[in-house]
């Protein structure tokens, strides 16, 4: 099955700075998103990007499907931004709704 | 819309025990999974629903697990007998052609 690997595993930051998370995948897909997972475990949808680049806020995200990446960016960041993100890929030999998660990016935003 | 409920929050259980955990999806939403989350194996989709069919229930782990889709606003996930090794949190997602909505899970600890 298609494989999604994501990068850094673990990102510390201090309020303010930016990063950017990334998202490998080895195939074509369909459908990618992007979740983060807030430190009380709730897991929140922020980008539903099969392609394109989309922005929320302090928030963006590019995929390049040709090859089969997406970025995650995060501006100004704030302790809140703090949790672990998510990307989640359907395969285009799917033919279903079947999102396959990555092993997430931790972070954390000190004040 | 109140979301993707799910129910219990928590449910801690002895070895051996039966345990049923439920859920809502949102209204008007067609697919429904369930995935498992633990640290060692990250999040993994047990089973997927679309208008009410199980489609692919390749990631259930074993016969132990079943599950149901009654009618559009319900599921359950049952586990007999359950072990020790079923400890995890369980989301229940549901979704219409776009993004995945995660309740906020049922976190099971069998003992």
């Known amino acids: 099955g298609i494989q999604v690997e994501q990068s850094p595993p673990d990102l510390i930051l201090q309020e303010g700075a930016n990063s950017t998370l990334r998202c490998n995948f080895s195939d074509s897909v369909n459908n990618l998103q992007w979740f983060h997972q807030n430190p009380w475990g709730q897991l929140i949808n922020l980008f539903y990007?099969?392609?394109g680049t989309k922005q929320n806020g302090r928030l963006s995200a590019t995929t390049v499907a040709t090859e089969r990446y997406s970025l995650l960016y995060i501006s100004s960041s704030q302790t809140t931004d703090s949790g672990v993100y998510f990307c989640?890929?359907?395969?285009?030999?799917?033919?279903?709704?079947?999102?396959?998660f990555g092993t997430g990016t931790r972070l954390q935003v000190f004040p | 819309d109140a979301g993707v409920i799910q129910s219990p929050r928590h449910e801690v259980t002895e070895m051996g025990q039966e345990v049923t955990l439920r859920c809502k999806p949102i209204s008007g939403h067609n697919s429904l999974f369930w995935y498992r989350q633990t640290m060692m194996r990250g999040l993994e989709l047990l089973i997927y629903?679309?208008?009410?069919?199980?489609?692919?229930d390749s990631g259930m782990p074993e016969d132990r697990f079943s599950a149901k889709m009654p009618n559009a606003s319900f599921s359950t996930l049952k586990i007999q007998p359950s072990e020790p090794r079923d400890s995890a949190v369980y989301f229940c997602?549901?979704?219409?052609?776009?993004?995945?909505?995660f309740g906020n899970g049922t976190r099971l600890t069998v003992t």
């Open positions: 989640a890929v359907e395969g285009s030999m799917e033919n279903t709704d079947k999102l396959i």
């Open positions: 990007i099969p392609s």
């Open positions: 629903f679309n208008n009410n069919v199980p489609i692919d």
């Open positions: 997602a549901s979704s219409f052609v776009g993004p995945l909505h």
